[in-house]
């Protein structure tokens, strides 16, 4: 069964940076895409970032590009999520997500078949 672990989530000041990070575990890891969605409150689930299982290509939601990077480490078996320059309007629970999204748009929550439990990120001064 897999499993997915967020961790480095917290309270930041805005303009400053953090660190997500995803522990993949149990299947065949290797040939999942990952991606990262985010859920404020009263909001629905929207997408930030994904990446494809051959490391080949990635794909960001208009609000992070340029802001956020997305990558993974095969050898730990981990996701990450760089955050750059947070602003308070991504203040949000943010889940991570396994699965085989199609690699022209891995937008779609339905292709990921795992999901981590989240991990709060609020950016507040």
């Known amino acids: 069964q897999v499993q997915l672990i967020e961790s480095g989530g917290g309270l930041v000041q805005p303009g400053n940076s953090l660190r997500l990070s995803c522990l993949v575990s149990?299947?065949?890891?290797?040939?999942?895409?990952m991606a990262w969605f985010r859920q404020a409150p009263g909001k629905e689930r929207d997408f930030v970032a994904a990446?494809?299982?051959?490391?080949?290509?990635?794909q960001y939601a208009d609000s992070v590009k340029g802001r956020f990077t997305i990558s993974r480490d095969y050898a730990k078996n981990t996701g990450y999520l760089q955050m750059n320059s947070l602003e308070p309007e991504d203040t949000a629970v943010y889940y991570c997500?396994?699965?085989?999204?199609?690699?022209?748009?891995?937008?779609?929550?339905?292709?990921?078949?795992?999901w981590g439990q989240g991990t709060q990120v609020t950016v507040s001064s």
């Open positions: 990446i494809h299982w051959s490391n080949s290509g990635t």
């Open positions: 149990g299947g065949a890891v290797s040939r999942l895409g």
């Open positions: 997500a396994a699965g085989t999204p199609i690699t022209s748009n891995m937008r779609p929550s339905a292709a990921y078949r795992y």
